[in-house]
């Protein structure tokens, strides 16, 4: 393997970047998790992030909104994150800001203890939005954005607690589209869904990604392979190969890759 | 719930049926060329192979691509497998129309016209017949249909070894060119081939609608 994680790259897009990552290195305390990292993401593409557990995914994922900040330990060793243009790590970007524009789902879905409606009014609320019939029509425009809206139109009051584990999980992606952001990020969205709730969760990926850029972390091969434009794969810190992926899954250039997506990895 | 990639087997579908109808289209052309002395019906015929062969490389891509990103299983990972095999079919189907038509433009040239047409017109009918009915139990998923054509394929080799025997005596009675005679035999052994392929065609609709 290379000293550094400049990966095979391979068909760039048209498509213009919205993240731009350059010689990223990252740690935790005295261990290093990333190495060098380069990458472009192009603007309403989904990008998945595939690796065994360890390779430093989640911990990339988690840069681009800044979760990252709320551990101690953790360093940017060196490099930057641009998103539009602008080095996400700038002592002036509020962190709170880059956050409205960069929206995050989780492995486990976190429903506030509250009704669905209030769930995906929150965001707004805390803005200061107040007037009902504004609230009204964003909830019904995040509802109906992560396709849930037919089914719980009449229950809007009702706890958000009391939905499936798969309805809880498109509640917290209309949560996140609420306070309108560019970059959905995705760590493992599907890890606790059934096999239906999984495919409505990738199929709402495939009609967000018309106007949201995604990225998605995720354990399942098969799921980047059917909802990412790009794929990139990571192992020990270090970005090994990204690309079309199509190119990834079907003739990856690093022999690791291959190794890793036809299961021979070790 | 149809998946948003589920349109691409819709895409392989409709690509399967073009190609059927394109390797049959050039197969008709070829042997009307035959039967007729039409030297311009036996270039649309070969002008058709490249066309036939572009899109088995679609398909066999299309096929390719679906099995490795979209994890098919049951009746579509047959379908994949039906139009990775039955492209093949139509492609060598193509290729035989391909055949015929050159070898007609071979007696052409050297002939005129084609002065000996033995029983092409009769076997032809039943070849293409059988093309025709295998891309439509495909397109209508008729099993009767599709195990019908077994049995017509018997008539078409019985046919072919008629036109041996008819094309080996005209020889040896000296009313035919011997390179004629060559040449005729083989179109006489590419139509039976045609009727081979719509046969295979047929046994692929009904694995692909029993998986057996």
């Known amino acids: ?266 | 719930m149809n998946r948003y990639f589920h349109n691409e087997l819709y895409d392989l579908r409709s690509k399967l049926i073009l190609i059927a109808e394109k390797a049959t289209q050039a197969g008709r052309l070829a042997v009307e060329g035959f039967l007729t002395s039409d030297l311009e019906k036996t270039q649309q015929a070969i002008k058709l192979d490249d066309e036939i062969d572009e899109l088995e490389i679609a398909i066999d891509r299309a096929s390719v691509r679906y099995i490795t990103l979209r994890s098919p299983v049951a009746s579509d990972v047959r379908l994949i497998f039906v139009a990775i095999k039955a492209s093949h079919d139509l492609e060598r189907a193509g290729d035989e129309a391909h055949s015929i038509a050159k070898r007609t433009r071979n007696i052409l040239t050297r002939d005129g016209t084609v002065k000996n047409t033995v029983a092409i017109e009769e076997m032809s009918k039943v070849a293409f017949a059988m093309m025709k009915d295998a891309i439509n139990c495909f397109l209508e998923e008729d099993l009767e249909v599709a195990q019908s054509i077994m049995i017509r394929d018997k008539e078409v080799d019985r046919l072919n070894k008629e036109n041996f025997k008819k094309l080996s005596a005209a020889l040896r009675e000296g009313s035919i060119d011997p390179a004629t005679e060559i040449e005729t035999i083989f179109i006489s052994k590419s139509i039976e081939r045609i009727a081979d392929h719509a046969k295979n065609l047929a046994e692929e609709v009904i694995y692909l609608l029993t998986g057996e």
């Open chain 1, 1 to 266: 393997m290379s000293e550094t994680s400049t990966p095979t790259t391979r068909n760039e897009s048209e498509k213009p970047t919205i993240i731009e990552i350059r010689n990223f290195d990252f740690a935790y305390g005295d261990s290093q998790a990333l190495f060098d990292i380069n990458m472009d993401i192009k603007e309403k593409e989904v990008t998945a992030f595939i690796g065994p557990s360890g390779c430093g995914k989640s911990t990339f994922l988690r840069c681009f909104n800044r979760m990252n900040d709320l551990i101690d330990i953790a360093k940017i060793k060196g490099g930057e994150i641009k998103i539009s243009d602008v080095n996400i790590y700038d002592k002036d970007v509020d962190v709170i800001e880059l956050r409205k524009h960069v929206g995050m789902v989780f492995q486990k879905s976190n429903p506030f203890p509250k009704s669905i409606y209030d769930n995906i009014a929150y965001g707004l609320r805390i803005q200061g939005v107040k007037k009902k019939s504004a609230l009204d029509e964003v909830v019904e425009e995040c509802l109906r954005g992560a396709a849930l809206w037919d089914e719980v139109k009449d229950r809007l009051n009702e706890s958000a607690l009391g939905m499936s584990g798969g309805q809880q999980q498109r509640l917290c992606i209309a949560r996140a589209l609420a306070v309108k952001p560019k970059i959905l990020l995705m760590d493992e969205p599907c890890s606790a869904l059934d096999p239906i709730a999984t495919a409505k969760v990738e199929e709402l990926i495939h009609q967000l990604k018309k106007e949201y850029t995604i990225v998605i972390v995720t354990h399942n091969m098969q799921q980047a392979a059917r909802v990412s434009d790009k794929t990139a794969f990571f192992y020990i810190g270090k970005l090994i190969e990204f690309s079309k992926t199509d190119d990834i899954f079907m003739n990856p250039k690093d022999p690791q890759t291959e190794a890793y997506i036809s299961g021979r990895f070790g």
